[in-house]
């Protein structure tokens, strides 16, 4: 019994323990799935291999993979395996390269700070002097680096999307291969063991291969991290060495003389060679007059003397691109020459230089520094054109390898003169940069002397600029110029010329022609005439004062004819219409009119147009040909007021009433204070107002009422019709008439005939 108890202790100690073991087995499992894959960017350095030993390991198995595609060259998968190895060999290589240029850079990284803490050391004290062409040199190499940094900045941030991206990679990589052991575990067994083994193994090696390219891709981010700071520590010192050396710069007499000494022999040589250049130009030319004679001789379709044609032409262009060349070159050395005058003149101060000459020389550089750009531009558009000729030239001589062997000749000679020719363009290149340069630096110190200009000279030189600002001619006639001061003067008066007129006009039409008492209209008229007399008078004035003759209008009137007829037709015909306005005078200032939607009174009558003021008080603008061509209803002239009132009564009134209310209309009308305003101008007697009876509506009947008002007052007129209003209502109450309303009445199909109950005028007398 005892040792039953024992042996059941036992066993459950035994399986609660490989219990433990299982669940301890099966987390570590899940954890490595659920894990985010593996980060190069966090790995340990000291549980990874050197680079070294990925080295020999990859080489071994490298090996392996190159036996086993011998073995079976068909093996797909031996060469995939083999390619893999040979792709992490380059990439384990890089690694190494990378490590090198890191260890590099951490060398020049102290070397720098050690000389950078040294140069700034107050104890450290520069050379007395250095020599301007030795300055120059550091100049230009602080411009380089600095140059440089953009680009040392753009491979830093390509290396960040790189490391980016190749973890993205590593990461995909490791999801696969996790899904291949996956479906191993689940079909070990199974008859696809041997394919989900050979996946599971090409799994780890595209694995490996994003785990040793991540590597590279986060070595490279730390080189270029390195450079950057290498560069930036390279830029700080060589600032600190220009800003310390720059009042220490002495340019001496044998300098410069060296300088020109050094151009001579450049122009020597470049002599040299645009003789020869001219020699070899008319020898090609001749030879390639002849080529194209036994071209024409052969009936032209010889594609060896074809391009022999070329040949001799491609030559013919390699000499006249050097000649040029040449020619440029000298021009350069020329400049060069004068640069190199001026800055020993500006920096060794052996001369004194005037604001003037200071202004020219900017002047001058500024401009051989465009052309300068120009000339860059030009040549790399040839080049690139060459290229393209020489692209097309290796075309033919690959599609004539096979042919005849003058013909593969001419077209070596051909491709021979277009790189020729490159190179001729990339040395001028070459020289227009040095020009470029030099011409820059001359250009800085010429802003530096002139910063360095006391105030008095700067009010020279500014007063200087107005000055020849304000005499430049801009024109000249015979004996008479015209320049800008002339010219602002003329405006000057024209202007005030015009603001004379305008208050001068209205002066006189406010003050002096009220006191004739004249209308408003002849005023208007007058005023605008003696504006535009005024304004024409003053625009003479200013003319003759620009010093332009009169005789050029004359010149330019067919011009301005033909941009009446085609540009300013409207503008001609509202100024003529404004003039047919003003002597018609079909609208006057302060009369109502109605113009199509408009309804205003005139305020002014213009040249160009004529503006009403609305009800709403809006000012309407409308062009006087509008209104010369179209319909114009002047209500500010009527004599009287014509109202028309339509009076509707119901059917079921009797004859009797409808008469009895006409006549009672007809008697309000004559009623005393309803009489008077009516028709006094026209006359009562003659055309008295007029009641009748006159239609038969579909729901009512009308009773008409016609009658003018004067004078046309409006607020008059409207208190007379509420009195004739009232005056209706009270006698149609009276007389039982009542007004109709929109109504219809709707007799059914079957109903008896309706009597009409309507008398006869004869029945009533029967």
Not at 473 to 499: C, M, N, P, Q, Y
Not at 736 to 749: D, E, H, I
């Amino acid at each position: 019994m005892i040792l039953r108890r024992r042996a059941l202790a036992f066993a459950t100690i035994l399986a609660a323990l490989c219990f433990h073991q299982g669940v301890v087995s099966a987390q570590t499992a899940v954890g490595s799935l659920l894990a985010p894959a593996t980060d190069v960017t966090t790995a340990s350095p000291a549980a990874a291999p050197s680079v070294a030993d990925k080295r020999v390991e990859n080489a071994e198995l490298l090996r392996v993979a190159e036996r086993k595609s011998e073995s079976n060259p068909t093996d797909a998968a031996a060469a995939a395996e083999l390619v893999s190895y040979k792709t992490a060999e380059t990439i384990l290589a890089q690694q190494e390269a990378v490590d090198q240029q890191i260890k590099d850079l951490q060398v020049r990284e102290e070397e720098l700070r050690k000389e950078l803490t040294a140069w700034s050391a107050p104890a450290h004290e520069p050379a007395t002097s250095i020599s301007f062409v030795d300055f120059d040199s550091l100049v230009n190499r602080f411009a380089a680096e600095q140059a440089r940094t953009e680009l040392v900045r753009s491979k830093l941030k390509a290396a960040k999307s790189a490391l980016e991206q190749a973890q993205s990679d590593l990461n995909t990589r490791e999801q696969e291969r996790r899904k291949a052991l996956e479906a191993l575990d689940a079909g070990r067994t199974g008859p696809d063991a041997a394919t989900l083994t050979a996946a599971v193994d090409e799994a780890k090696r595209l694995s490996a291969l994003a785990t040793d390219s991540a590597a590279l891709r986060k070595k490279e981010l730390e080189r270029e991290k390195l450079a950057d700071t290498v560069q930036g520590l390279t830029v700080e010192l060589l600032n600190g060495k220009v800003d310390r050396y720059r009042p220490l710069v002495v340019f001496t007499e044998a300098e410069l003389q060296d300088q020109l000494q050094k151009l001579k022999s450049q122009e020597e040589f470049v002599r040299t060679t645009l003789k020869q250049a001219e020699n070899d130009a008319s020898a090609n030319a001749r030879s390639w007059i002849l080529a194209k004679r036994r071209l024409k001789a052969a009936g032209g379709n010889d594609p060896v003397l074809a391009e022999e044609v070329e040949a001799w032409q491609r030559a013919r262009d390699n000499a006249l691109d050097q000649k040029n060349g040449a020619l440029d070159q000298l021009l350069q050395i020329e400049q060069l020459r004068t640069v190199w005058t001026r800055l020993y003149k500006l920096t060794s101060g052996t001369e004194p230089l005037s604001p003037d000459e200071l202004g020219t020389w900017k002047d001058e550089t500024i401009g051989v520094l465009k052309v300068l750009v120009g000339s860059t531009q030009a040549h790399l558009l040839r080049i690139d054109e060459l290229r393209g000729d020489l692209a097309t030239i290796l075309g033919k001589a690959a599609a004539a390898k096979d042919g005849p062997e003058e013909l593969r000749r001419f077209i070596d000679s051909q491709r021979g003169s277009v790189e020729a020719m490159i190179r001729t363009h990339e040395t001028n290149l070459v020289s227009i940069g040095a020009s470029r340069r030099l011409h820059g630096k001359l250009r800085t110190e010429l802003g530096r002397g002139i910063d360095l200009l006391s105030p008095e000279q700067w009010a020279r030189n500014l007063w200087a600029g107005v000055v020849w600002l304000w005499e430049y001619e801009i024109a000249a006639d015979h004996e008479l110029s015209i320049t800008v001061g002339k010219i602002v003067r003329a405006l000057l008066i024209f202007f005030a010329g015009w603001i004379s007129a305008r208050m001068a006009s209205r002066f006189f039409a406010h003050r002096l022609l009220h006191r004739f008492r004249l209308s408003k209209d002849a005023t208007a008229v007058i005023r605008t005439i003696l504006f535009y007399t005024l304004v024409v008078t003053v625009a003479l004035i200013a003319l003759r004062t620009a010093n332009v003759p009169l005789t050029a209008f004359t010149i330019l009137g067919g011009a301005v004819a033909i941009s009446v007829g085609f540009g300013s037709q409207a503008l001609i015909n509202n100024f003529l219409s404004g003039l047919i306005m003003l002597a018609e005078r079909p609208v006057r200032i302060g009369e109502r009119v109605l113009f199509g939607n408009y309804d205003g009174v005139v305020e002014d009558v213009g040249f160009r147009c004529t503006k009403l003021r609305t009800g709403s008080d809006h000012l309407v603008t409308i062009p006087n040909s509008a209104l010369i061509n179209d319909a114009i209803e002047n209500v500010g002239r009527r004599r009287t007021i014509q109202r028309t009132i339509n009076l509707q009564i119901t059917y079921d009134t009797p004859r009797e009433s409808i008469a009895a209310a006409v006549t009672a209309i007809r008697e309000i009308l004559e009623e005393p204070g309803l009489r008077e305003p009516i028709h006094p101008v026209i006359g009562w007697d003659r055309h008295p107002p007029k009641v009748f009876f006159n239609e038969f509506h579909a729901e009512s009947l009308n009773i008409q009422v016609v009658y003018h008002f004067a004078p046309p007052d409006q607020a008059a007129f409207n208190e007379h019709a509420q009195q004739v209003n009232f005056r209706i209502f009270e006698e149609f109450e009276r007389l039982g008439v009542s007004f109709a309303f929109p109504s219809r009445t709707v007799y059914l199909a079957g109903n008896g005939p309706r009597q009409i109950a309507t008398r006869l005028a004869a029945e009533d007398a029967a």
